[in-house]
């Protein structure tokens, strides 16, 4: 028997990249599966006919992670469809590359609104159908920890802003025997990070050796995260950089 076997998950922002990644190999660990995307129908379609292969169920929900009511909706749809959310996985984020000088009020709330709002609006909704013993992720970035390039500065605040909404959790609801961690991807192939990008010559340049990692990769980090032999792991954050950071 898989260790997720039966288990639910719910991850947010599915339909591509890290996020699907983690669909499919939550899905091979046999884990029911539901995630949300945000326009992408044609790619959600395809990841749920990918990921549908043991036996187990697998949902798309399109929701918009920047509206909190969309996202609520979306979870009490999972609750419905499965009984529960066993786990939870907060993957879907924005992107913002400019000077800090140069960003508007909106863009700044934009950011916040989907790479850190929703992480809590998705937890506390979560939260209302998550047995005791459930597990929290939140897909962070090691630019949390540092901010190699110019431009990163509302991007890297957003994403260092899970690491302590996660250190809070994590002491919330240990009690619970719920654990709440953060991954810290480095540089990972996906559309929005292509390896032929402005600014891959130099992010190649921090790692051990100049290649981009897998989505995969870091699913593999979440999928034992999410899984009973991680009990004993939380409030922490786990970094899959090649090396970036060291």
Known sequence: MSRLSGKVALITGGSRGIGAGIVKR????????????????EAANSVVKEASTNGNRVIAIQADSGSARELMDAIEKVAKEFGRIDILVSSAGAFLFKPVDEVSDEEFDHMVAVDLKAAFIASRSALKHMR???????????????????TTS????????????AKGMARDLGPRGIT????HPGPIKTDGNPEDSPYAKDLRSFMVTPQFGEPADVAAMVAFLVSPEAKFATGAAF????GFTA
Not at 27 to 34: G, H, I, L, S, T
Not at 180 to 183: G, I, L, P, Q, Y
Request: no cysteine; proline share 0%; charged share 20%.
């Open 154 to 165: 509302i991007y890297s605040m957003v994403k260092a802003g899970l690491d302590g909404l």
């Open 132 to 150: 005791d013993g459930g597990r929290i992720v939140f897909v962070s970035s090691n630019i949390a920890d540092f901010a190699a390039l110019a």
């Open 239 to 242: 970094v899959i950089d090649h």
């Open 180 to 183: 709440v961690n953060t991954v």
């Open 26 to 41: 939550l899905a091979r660990e046999k884990a029911n599966v539901a995630f949300t995307f945000l326009k992408e129908k």
